[in-house]
């Protein structure tokens, strides 16, 4: 496939809403996997929503969403399940 790039800070942006939503302790730690996944770079935390979030405006995943868009024929897609949360953004 050659060199595969993703657009500067997408990585920052899903790291930060991975912590931002999540709780996290020493025991509950917020676990982060980063892998490439086909034609898409994946960015998956086990979940432990936050029951209240401060300083959030929810436009994170969104702005992303629209940016790749533009940039790719594959959509961001977002992916919830029982106990994980992943985002997977089209490798550029």
Known sequence: MGE??????TLQVLLENATKHNITSASAPLNINV???????????????KQIIENSNGQGL???KTLYYFLSDLPVLVEEKEKSFAVKIPLL
Do not use: A, M
């Not at 595969?4 to 800070?9: A, D, E, G, L, N």
């Not at 996944?37 to 979940?47: A, G, S």
């Open 4 to 9: 595969s790039k993703i657009v500067p800070v």
């Open 35 to 49: 892998y490439t996944e086909k034609d898409y770079l994946v960015v998956e935390n086990n979940l432990q929503r």
């Open 62 to 64: 969104e702005n992303l």
